[in-house]
C-alpha cells in the first residue's frame, strides 16, 4: 500500500484531479470535503501527509495543520495569494501552493515532505511544567466560555464544548475576567472528544509578569 495522503478541498474538479494525480503516482488518497470530515480522517485514518485547500466553507484550511496531538507534513494550497496566510502556514512548517498547480511541484514536494527525517516538525518544544488549577478559572475565548485543564508558565490546555461550528482558530485570545487578565495564545494541537474539544496552546505574548502570577495563584 502506498503512503497515505489526506487531500482536503471542498471543489469538486480541483478534488478529483488532484485525487487522479496522486493515485497515479502511487499514493493512497483519503478525500474529504469539510474540516469536520478531514478532522475525523486525521484520527481515524492516521494518514502520513496532509493537503489542504486554505477555504474550506466558512473555516480556514489552517485548523487542520495543527488539529493531530502528533504534527503531520502539511501542504496548504489556495486560489488567492495572501502573504500573510502564506507567512501563518510557513510558520506552522507547511508549504503553500497556489492554484493552478503544477502537477511536477506538487508531486516533488511530497516527496520531499515525506522524506525529509531531519526537519523538525512544528511543535514548540514544552519548557514550562504542567499545574493543575488548584480553584476555579473562568475563562472565555471570543465570547465562548471555555475550562481551564492546565496552565504553565509557557501556556496552557483548554477545553470548549462541541457545539456546532465551534473550532479555535489557530490563534486566539483567552481572557480571565475574575482575575482582569487578558493574553494572545496559539493553538498546538487540538483532539476531538465526546463532547468536547480539548486544545494545548502556547502563550505568544510579552506579558510575562501578568500571567505567570496567574499561574501561581490558581495552582
Same mark, same amino acid.
Given at each position: 500500500?502506498?503512503?497515505?495522503?489526506?487531500?482536503?478541498?471542498?471543489?469538486?474538479?480541483?478534488?478529483?484531479?488532484?485525487?487522479?494525480?496522486?493515485?497515479?503516482?502511487?499514493?493512497?488518497?483519503?478525500?474529504?470535503? /469539510?474540516?469536520? /470530515?478531514?478532522?475525523?480522517?486525521?484520527?481515524?485514518?492516521?494518514?502520513?501527509?496532509?493537503?489542504?485547500?486554505?477555504?474550506?466553507?466558512?473555516?480556514?484550511?489552517?485548523?487542520?495543520?495543527?488539529?493531530?496531538?502528533?504534527?503531520?507534513?502539511?501542504?496548504?494550497?489556495?486560489?488567492?495569494?495572501?502573504?500573510?496566510?502564506?507567512?501563518?502556514?510557513?510558520?506552522?512548517?507547511?508549504?503553500?501552493?497556489?492554484?493552478?498547480?503544477?502537477?511536477?511541484?506538487?508531486?516533488?514536494?511530497?516527496?520531499?515532505?515525506?522524506?525529509?527525517? /531531519?526537519?523538525?516538525?512544528?511543535?514548540?518544544?514544552?519548557?514550562?511544567?504542567?499545574?493543575?488549577?488548584?480553584?476555579?478559572?473562568?475563562?472565555?475565548?471570543?465570547?465562548?466560555?471555555?475550562?481551564?485543564?492546565?496552565?504553565?508558565?509557557?501556556?496552557?490546555?483548554?477545553?470548549?464544548?462541541?457545539?456546532?461550528?465551534?473550532?479555535?482558530?489557530?490563534?486566539?485570545?483567552?481572557?480571565?475576567?475574575?482575575?482582569?487578565?487578558?493574553?494572545?495564545?496559539?493553538?498546538?494541537?487540538?483532539?476531538?472528544?465526546?463532547?468536547?474539544?480539548?486544545?494545548?496552546?502556547?502563550?505568544?505574548?510579552?506579558?510575562?509578569?501578568?500571567?505567570?502570577?496567574?499561574?501561581?495563584?490558581?495552582?
Amino acid at each position: 500500500m502506498g503512503r497515505r495522503i489526506l487531500l482536503v478541498d471542498d471543489d469538486g474538479a480541483t478534488r478529483w484531479g488532484l485525487v487522479a494525480l496522486l493515485e497515479e503516482a502511487g499514493y493512497t488518497v483519503i478525500a474529504a470535503t /469539510t474540516l469536520h /470530515t478531514a478532522k475525523q480522517a486525521l484520527i481515524a485514518e492516521e494518514p502520513d501527509l496532509l493537503i489542504t485547500d486554505i477555504r474550506l466553507g466558512a473555516y480556514n484550511g489552517l485548523h487542520l495543520v495543527v488539529a493531530r496531538r502528533t504534527p503531520i507534513p502539511a501542504i496548504v494550497i489556495t486560489g488567492f495569494p495572501d502573504s500573510a496566510l502564506e507567512a501563518e502556514a510557513r510558520r506552522m512548517g507547511a508549504e503553500f501552493l497556489v492554484k493552478p498547480i503544477a502537477p511536477a511541484e506538487l508531486l516533488w514536494l511530497i516527496e520531499r515532505k515525506l522524506s525529509d527525517t /531531519t526537519a523538525e516538525p512544528f511543535q514548540p518544544a514544552r519548557r514550562w511544567q504542567r499545574k493543575r488549577l488548584t480553584t476555579d478559572l473562568p475563562a472565555q475565548v471570543d465570547d465562548a466560555a471555555v475550562r481551564i485543564v492546565d496552565m504553565s508558565y509557557g501556556g496552557l490546555r483548554l477545553a470548549v464544548d462541541r457545539a456546532p461550528g465551534v473550532v479555535l482558530a489557530p490563534s486566539f485570545r483567552v481572557t480571565f475576567p475574575t482575575a482582569a487578565v487578558s493574553v494572545s495564545a496559539r493553538v498546538v494541537w487540538q483532539e476531538a472528544h465526546e463532547a468536547s474539544w480539548v486544545c494545548g496552546a502556547v502563550i505568544t505574548e510579552e506579558a510575562e509578569t501578568t500571567w505567570r502570577q496567574l499561574v501561581d495563584a490558581v495552582s
